[in-house]
């Protein structure tokens, strides 16, 4: 017995048609995956750096990362180590617990803060010029520096210059 291509015709399927689209979310069943809620209250400056001629761009939903950048690379530092004879002052609390094991062992401390972070970029978020912020910040470290008794040690106010030899801030540095 032969087949005969007549005799016993192979099927091929009918490709399927998708339930859904998934190249367009519908956003009422996936909200969240929409591109419009994606970037729901969040304008395109938010995720960049605000600085001029910085424009250092930031994933969605990083918002620490964007914090943690103007910090470290546009505003003095924050913290400071408040023991009385040390003149440690840094950007990060990983830097700080770095410091206190090294040069103070068995000392469990926490950093002394010199302005909060948080609220700076808060007003820089909510329109204050960037200018405008960092200013505030070097009167808040100059006022804190004249509360502590530490004016000259933070002569310096950013704090940057006499540990890498640079500073991005409009302050004269000897």
């Known amino acids: 017995m032969t087949l005969a291509s007549t005799d016993n015709p192979i099927k ?7 339930l859904f689209n998934f190249t367009v979310l519908p956003e009422h069943i996936f909200p969240h995956m929409s591109s419009a809620s994606t970037n729901a209250g969040l304008s395109d400056e938010r995720l960049r750096c605000p600085w001029p001629d910085c424009g250092t761009a930031f994933n969605l939903g990083r918002a620490q990362d964007r ?19 040390c003149h440690w002052r840094g950007g990060r609390k990983d830097e700080f617990n770095t410091h206190l094991k090294r040069c103070h062992p068995g000392d469990e401390r926490e950093p002394g803060m010199i302005y909060d972070l948080k609220l700076v970029v808060g007003y820089i978020d909510n329109g204050t010029p960037v200018q405008r ?5 070097l009167d808040f470290v100059a006022e804190r520096a004249l509360e502590l008794g530490r004016v000259e040690e933070w002569a310096d106010l950013c704090g940057r210059y006499a540990k890498t030899g640079w500073c991005r801030c409009n302050e004269q540095h000897d």
């Not at 091929?12 to 998708?18: A, C, E, G, L, S």
């Not at 914090?67 to 023991?83: A, D, M, V």
């Not at 912020?133 to 910040?137: F, G, I, L, P, S």
Request: proline residues 16%; glycine residues 4%; positive net charge.
């Open 12 to 18: 091929t399927p009918k490709p399927r048609t998708p």
């Open 67 to 85: 914090e943690r950048h103007i910090g470290s690379q546009h505003l003095p530092y924050q913290f400071f180590c408040s023991t009385p004879s």
């Open 133 to 137: 912020a960092e200013k505030y910040v």
